[in-house]
């Protein structure tokens, strides 16, 4: 079992930044990739990037160059620094952890850009 644990949501301006935390605990000696996804008001949960233990990253189009995942594995940690926000990337952002034989999720993080 992994338990994953959200921090950093919020309100922010469209041009604004803001940092996701996600911070694992249990089993995470299992853990390879860690990654965020996110599900926008009335659409379908999308992957936004993942990291593997070894940081190699991948992103979605929509926010290359402007979003970075990174993690610290002495921690379990993966974090999320999103700048230059746009308003089409208000959702709820999840927490991702898939292992062999399980899928985990965080609780979700609200993020609103709005001005």
């Known amino acids: 079992q992994v338990q994953l644990v959200e921090s950093g949501g919020g309100l922010v301006q469209p041009g604004g930044s803001l940092r996701l935390s996600c911070a694992a605990s249990?089993?995470?000696?299992?853990?390879?990739?860690m990654g965020w996804y996110r599900q926008p008001p009335g659409k379908q949960r999308e992957l936004v990037a993942s990291i593997t233990r070894g940081y190699n990253t991948n992103y979605a189009d929509s926010v290359k160059g402007r979003f970075t995942i990174s993690r610290d594995n002495a921690k379990n940690t993966v974090y999320l620094q999103m700048n230059s926000l746009k308003p089409e990337d208000t959702a709820v952002y999840f927490c991702?952890?898939?292992?062999?034989?399980?899928?985990?999720w965080g609780q979700g993080t609200q993020v609103t850009v709005s001005s």
């Open positions: 991702n952890v898939p292992t062999a034989l399980f899928a985990y």
């Open positions: 249990g089993s995470v000696g299992s853990i390879n990739h």
